[in-house]
């Protein structure tokens, strides 16, 4: 078994490094896969985009075990079930794992943009849990940082279990 990620912004890659370093698993950037290791069963770990896992596309005829998605929200959003069927991972374990995002000031280009688009859209939302849309603003334009190594519990007894 090995460990694949698909990393922008360093989030990721800090899961991928903590579970390599916990389970003794080789951690691969997705796109930097050897050839030897082709046949054998992955733990792929992915940021999110729009409810998009990145990367996740390219490994589809691979040996894809398990699936991890990190963002900066709280649980998968809007749920699990429908984040899991939009991310065609049904029948896989599915982990999520709160990660991070970089201050808005500091993305470019499109992130950029479509960040700032979704902030203007929060802060007009008429949603009634103001905190938790209140707190979700903040992490964007301050940044955020929540990997936690405890934030991995369930993977390893996942890993463990087998």
């Known amino acids: 078994m090995v460990i694949v ?3 922008k912004t ?25 050839e030897d290791i082709k046949g054998e069963e992955i733990i792929f770990l992915g940021w999110i985009k ?20 990190s963002g900066t929200a709280r649980t998968a959003e809007p749920d699990t079930d429908t984040f899991i069927a939009r991310n065609k991972i049904k029948g896989k374990p599915f982990f999520y794992l709160q990660g991070g995002c970089l201050p808005l000031k500091e993305l470019k280009g499109m992130d950029k943009f479509l960040m ?9 939302s008429k949603d009634k849990n103001r905190e938790e849309l209140e707190e979700t603003v903040s992490k964007i334009e301050n940044g955020f940082d929540g990997v936690k190594e405890e934030n991995l519990k369930p993977v390893l007894q996942w890993i463990n279990a087998r």
Do not use: H, W
């Open 10 to 34: 360093g989030f990721t890659k800090k899961y991928a490094d903590m579970l390599a370093e916990k389970t003794g698993l080789r951690a691969y950037r997705a796109k930097e896969l050897p």
């Open 116 to 124: 700032s688009v979704f902030v203007k859209m929060l802060k007009s």
């Open 5 to 7: 990620y698909e990393s």
């Open 50 to 69: 729009a409810g998009k896992i990145q990367g996740l596309a390219k490994l589809r005829n691979l040996n894809v075990a398990a699936v991890c998605a």
